[in-house]
């Protein structure tokens, strides 16, 4: 059974730093597509960023391209997701998801199977 547990959110000043870690479990995730998507408050659930667990291709949605980095640890099993100049606007739940299948849509949260239960950034002006 997939498990995907996220970590490392708080609280932080705007223009400061987080680093989240989501541990995976339950299998092996080669070919796997890893994402991380956020949900504030009133809002969709919206894309972040992803990777391929084989390869070196990483996405970012345009709103955190430059300023975020999602990255992998495949000795422990863990994406991480470096976020930089945190803004107001970032704050959110944070959701780390994976996607069994090699898809193009990899901003579409609905092509990811599993999910772990989110953390909380929140980010003060």
């Known amino acids: 059974q997939v498990q995907l547990v996220e970590s490392g959110g708080g609280l932080v000043q705007a223009g400061g730093s987080l680093r989240l870690s989501c541990a995976a479990s339950?299998?092996?995730?080669?070919?796997?597509?890893m994402g991380w998507f956020r949900q504030a408050p009133g809002k969709e659930r919206e894309f972040v960023a992803a990777?391929?667990?084989?390869?070196?291709?990483?996405y970012y949605a345009d709103s955190v391209k430059g300023r975020f980095t999602i990255s992998r640890d495949n000795a422990k099993n863990t994406v991480y997701l470096q976020m930089n100049s945190l803004k107001p606007e970032d704050a959110a739940n944070y959701y780390c998801?994976?996607?069994?299948?090699?898809?193009?849509?990899?901003?579409?949260?609905?092509?990811?199977?599993?999910w772990g239960q989110g953390t909380q950034v929140t980010v003060s002006s």
């Open positions: 990777l391929r667990w084989s390869g070196k291709s990483t």
């Open positions: 339950g299998r092996t995730f080669t070919g796997y597509t």
């Open positions: 998801a994976a996607d069994k299948y090699y898809s193009d849509t990899y901003y579409d949260p609905e092509g990811y199977e599993y």
